[in-house]
């Protein structure tokens, strides 16, 4: 069966996995390069020196989740099937993964880690605060044109709430740190500090609402809504302190 395809940043091409890493493996956490890593423990208490293809078997291996987790559910992912889309042998999937879950486990943080990672190369060096929070909205607006996470929903609804749940509270987080000088101004602005939690919260509630109950093509309304509130309250105060 011929490997599926994947999107570029989550994946690398398919590569043998070399003698020297064939004792069994933790797996490793999405999102970071293994070769950052100086050793890998394996289930025996060796150590296993990480390579570059023990990285693209891995990120290889999280691409075919995806495309079979789209396909056949979340619940009962055949682990031979997995191995034919993603070009690889029982025992090497089992190098680096213990157990489905262990799978999906992986699987959420490079999910997660993706998102971020490429909403901090969109935002870049953006220093003006006004073309930050538009780049941060068009991020979002192509997300939710391209995401398969409303697929994911609809064939593994379980999973894809609780990778939801578990992705919610820390992209709060993010959010307000990519958002830091957005915020910085809008308080100079007013003279009071903002809730940033608060309108973090609101844009990702929106993201997690539009997944759930499209819009269409006014997708973009609450940022876009904030973003008038946020310039009504300046607004407002800068009136006020004139008279």
Known sequence: MPKSAARPEETGAAAPVSKKSSRAVKALPAGKKVAKKNAVTSRNGGQVKPNRRSEETIANILAATEEVVLRSGADRISILDL?????????????????????LDTFSR?????????????????????????????????????????????????????????????????????????FDEWDARLGAKLDRELICEMIIRYVLS??????????????????KLIVALTAGSSSRSRR
Do not use: M, W
């Not at 999937?93 to 157990?99: K, N, P, T, V």
């Not at 391209?146 to 609804?157: D, G, T």
């Open 110 to 182: 490079h999910k997660r880690d993706s998102f971020h990672s490429a909403l901090t190369e969109v935002l870049g060096d953006i220093t003006d605060p006004e073309a930050r929070l538009n780049a941060l909205i068009a991020y979002l607006d192509t997300y939710l044109e391209q995401s398969r996470a409303r697929r994911l929903l609809v064939v593994a609804p379980d999973y894809a709430l609780s990778f939801f749940r578990r992705i919610f509270h820390d992209s709060i987080v993010r959010f307000q740190d990519q958002l830091d000088i957005v």
């Open 210 to 227: 539009e997944l759930l109950v499209p819009e269409g093509g006014s997708r973009r309304l609450l940022p876009v809504r904030v973003k």
């Open 83 to 103: 191995c034919q889309v993603a070009g690889v042998s029982r025992g090497t999937f089992y190098r680096y993964f213990s157990s489905q879950d262990d799978l």
